[in-house]
Structure formats: structure tokens, C-alpha cells
């Protein structure tokens, strides 16, 4: 069974604070996607990454796949209130049934 | 692009009565399709893989004969709750598989009484 283990699993930080949240497995994955999930809804895909030591940055978030596509990270800058909720990140196989791997979640909540 | 629709988006039953939940690719066609249950403050938990046209596949412990899947089309993938139980109020979500990546319903919150 792959798993993936994220890091921390809760998070309390004020606003202009930075932080990182952190995936980890001992397997390889084709893909490392990132979401953030608001209560009562639907998890929103931030970023997709595919290659080995490819950065994506999307405005003040910043994701990191690892060379050896075992891990990831999501770093926050200058954090806002508005960027409170849920973020899974989930790992993904090529040539499988499309099904991902998620991670157990990182809570945040950044208050003003 | 890439949006899922679920309906209902909330509802509310008595002990015993099946509930049906649908899940539609609006935008784009999807071969495969995933169902989730998530509890509060926990992460997303698979029950099962719908593939359009053939018997989806389930996770280990999640009952077929309970959770009823059809994927007629390439839009469309309906969980059917039978003889639905308080323990199973939680919250459904259903995914779309599109070039890889899955792109998540607004979910269904189910109540059991």
C-alpha cells in the first residue's frame, strides 16, 4: 500500500506568517497533486506536478516536487485569512487506474 | 473547464430508505469516475472506482450490495445508499478523471435519521 504522510496535520499561524506543509512516501509517484477543501465542499485542485524537482508557484503559494518524485512540499507566503481550509495532497501512478493516494490533510487556519 | 456537478447537495432520510446521489463530468467526458466518504476534520477515504460501462471496482470493506454504483455514460455516475443507516450520514464525494488529474463534486451531505 503507498502511502503518503503530510505534515503537520494542524496549523495555527496569524496573518503575514509563513509556512510549509510537507508530503512524504517511500514510493515513486508519476504526479503529486495539491488541493484545498473548504467546510461542506468539494476539494479545488491547486497544482499538478510531474517532474522530479519541478517548482510551480501560483501567486503566493509555491509547490515543490522532489527529484526522486517521493515527495512535496507547499510553502505559503505572507499567509491570509482567506488561505484557512483543508490542504490534501495526493499522489498519483502512470498507466494505473487513474486512482490517487491521498494524504491525511493539514487543517489551516490563519488568523487576523 | 473541468467541472463536476453533484446533486442533491444535501439531504435528509429516515433509517431504511435508499438514497441515490449523482455525479456529472459537465464539461468534459470521463471514463472513470470516483466515489469518496469523508468524516469531519478527516481526509478523503475511496469506496470505489466507476468505470463507464462495467462494474466498478471497491475498496476493501466498503459493501457493494450497500453502495450501489452506475456509470451509464461518460458523464454520469449515480451511488445509490440502500436501506441507509444513521451510520451512514457522512459526507459523499465524486471525482472526474480527466488526462490524470481528478477534478472533485461540491459533495453531498447525507443524514440519516
Known amino acids: 500500500t503507498q502511502l503518503l504522510e503530510q505534515s503537520p496535520q494542524f496549523l495555527s499561524i496569524q496573518e503575514g506568517e509563513n509556512l510549509t506543509v510537507y508530503c512524504n512516501s517511500s514510493?515513486?509517484?508519476?504526479?503529486l497533486q495539491w488541493y484545498r477543501q473548504e467546510p461542506g465542499e468539494g476539494p479545488v485542485l491547486l497544482v499538478t506536478v510531474v517532474t522530479g524537482g519541478e517548482v510551480k508557484k501560483l501567486k503566493r503559494l509555491t509547490f515543490q516536487f522532489g527529484d526522486a518524485r517521493k515527495d512535496s512540499s507547499l510553502h505559503i507566503t505572507a499567509a491570509q485569512p482567506g488561505d484557512t481550509g483543508l490542504y490534501l495532497c495526493a499522489g498519483g501512478r502512470r498507466g494505473g487506474s487513474e486512482k490517487l493516494v491521498f494524504g491525511k490533510g493539514t487543517k489551516l487556519t490563519v488568523n487576523p | 473547464g473541468a467541472v463536476v456537478s453533484q446533486h442533491p447537495s444535501r439531504v435528509i432520510c429516515k433509517s431504511g430508505t435508499s438514497v441515490k446521489i449523482e455525479c456529472r463530468s459537465l464539461d468534459f467526458q470521463a471514463t472513470t469516475m470516483f466515489w469518496y466518504r469523508q468524516f469531519p476534520k478527516q481526509s478523503l477515504m475511496l469506496m470505489a472506482t466507476s468505470n463507464e460501462g462495467s462494474k466498478a471496482t471497491y475498496e476493501q470493506g466498503v459493501e457493494k450490495d450497500k453502495f450501489l454504483i452506475n456509470h451509464a455514460s461518460l458523464t454520469l455516475s449515480t451511488l445509490t445508499v440502500t436501506s441507509a443507516h444513521p451510520e451512514d450520514s457522512s459526507f459523499y464525494i465524486c471525482s472526474a478523471a480527466a488526462q490524470g488529474t481528478q477534478y472533485f463534486g461540491p459533495g453531498t451531505r447525507l443524514l440519516v435519521l
Open positions: 514510493s515513486v509517484f508519476s504526479s
